[in-house]
């Protein structure tokens, strides 16, 4: 775990937290994205969030369904220029992180620092 520093605001469009299980199964979709390693996924209930590829595994094609190999968590953080975080881990271009306040989620990599 590094300590790091907000070097750009990034204001996120996935504040709610959605989970996904290892097991659980999701439908992907192409979907453009400025990150490679990602894919579009709905669940069940038909809500859509980015998934990371090497988070899943195509198991039927024909209908573009996958397994998730791991528990995953899709929440964004919202984050301010100059905010102090802690940085846990990185995957395809994002970081995890914890703000101050305890608030954990995702932020692109290019809008933080290490410290």
Not at 57 to 76: G, P, Q, S, T
């Amino acid at each position: 775990m590094k300590s790091g520093r907000v070097i750009q605001s990034y204001d996120s469009e996935y504040t709610n937290a959605m989970f996904f299980k290892k097991g659980e199964y999701v439908h992907g979709e192409v979907k453009e994205s400025p990150w490679k390693g990602w894919m579009w996924c709905s669940n069940n209930e038909r809500i859509y969030r980015w998934v990371p590829e090497s988070y899943i595994k195509l198991i039927d094609d024909k209908v573009n369904l996958f397994i998730f190999l791991k528990d995953y968590n899709a929440k964004e953080l919202s984050v301010t220029k100059g905010e102090k975080l802690m940085l846990f881990y990185e995957e395809s271009e994002w970081v995890w992180v914890r703000n101050q306040k305890g608030e954990e989620g995702w932020v692109p990599l290019k809008n933080v620092k290490a410290e």
